[in-house]
């Protein structure tokens, strides 16, 4: 029973980290001219505004994701 908890938990561990990943990408991975859903002239995304709204999108995820793995290794 050991082992197969040590595998649910490394496949949970690897779940939250990949779902992380992906969610931090999906703004690169969008058009240019689509910023968070928002329709934006397609030179934006390189602003100062952008790059911060993007900051903080990251860091708001990636607490989810730390906040995620700290539950799973409770």
């Known amino acids: 029973?050991?082992?197969?908890?040590?595998?649910?938990?490394?496949?949970?561990?690897?779940?939250?980290?990949?779902?992380?990943?992906?969610?931090?990408?999906?703004?690169?991975?969008?058009?240019?001219?689509?910023w968070f859903a928002v329709t934006v002239s397609p030179g934006f995304r390189d602003t100062k505004e952008a790059r911060a709204i993007a900051g903080r999108y990251r860091l708001i995820v990636g607490a989810g994701g730390a906040l995620a793995l700290a539950i799973v290794a409770v």
């Open 1 to 34: 029973m050991h082992a197969a908890m040590t595998l649910f938990f490394t496949i949970l561990i690897v779940v939250v980290l990949v779902l992380t990943t992906l969610q931090m990408l999906i703004p690169r991975l969008t058009r240019r001219d689509i």
